[in-house]
């Protein structure tokens, strides 16, 4: 009996997990894409509906349409989520499915200089966007976590760089 309420605890705890996970892939692949929104309206897009706090972290910043002190020059726009536990397969199929998705979200092209792969990098890629935008998403791991992010350069991004 004592085992069976373990393992049953332990079955909802993995079943929990994977829950934060979709949730916070799908979070991010609904709103992550999609210019002209501020960090507010991300933010309460992506929480539960009886406004509870996001189980997973949201960083998200737009110079476009708000100051972002501190934050490198060569990028104008940042949305990530991150959550607990190695869900990168899931994420990158996710993630591929999107960009393949009308409106298609840009081409592979080569990784700007600004971006480079990270220790537990699963996925990152350049995708060349319209007026010569070029975007990064980028799919991992670090310190147990799972993280997908995209980043979106402008046009005069190598400018930029320091």
């Known amino acids: 009996m004592i085992r069976a309420a373990i393992i049953s605890l ?14 916070a892939i799908a979070s991010f692949n609904a709103l992550c894409f999609t210019a002209g929104k501020t960090e507010v309206q991300v933010r309460t897009n ?3 509906r009886d406004g509870a706090p996001l189980p997973y972290t949201l960083i998200f ?18 949305c990530e989520v991150s959550f607990e536990g190695d869900h990168t ?4 199929a996710a993630l591929r499915d999107k960009m393949a998705t009308p409106p298609v979200f840009g081409s592979a092209t080569a990784l700007p200089g600004t971006h480079s792969a990270t220790a537990g990098t699963a996925f990152i890629e ?12 980028h799919v991992g791991t670090r310190a147990d976590q799972t993280f997908m992010a995209v980043d ?3 046009a005069d991004w190598e400018s930029l760089v320091q």
């Not at 332990?10 to 949730?23: E, I, L, Q, W």
């Not at 397969?89 to 990158?92: C, F």
């Not at 350049?126 to 998403?137: E, I, K, P, S």
């Open 10 to 23: 332990a079955f909802a705890g993995a079943a929990m997990a994977n829950s934060v996970a979709d949730s």
């Open 46 to 48: 992506m929480q539960a």
């Open 61 to 78: 910043w737009d110079k476009t349409l708000a100051p972002a002190p501190g934050m490198p020059d060569a990028i104008e726009r940042r």
């Open 89 to 92: 397969d899931a994420a990158i």
């Open 126 to 137: 350049g995708r060349a966007l319209l007026r010569g935008r070029v975007a990064v998403v």
């Open 152 to 154: 979106r350069l402008p």
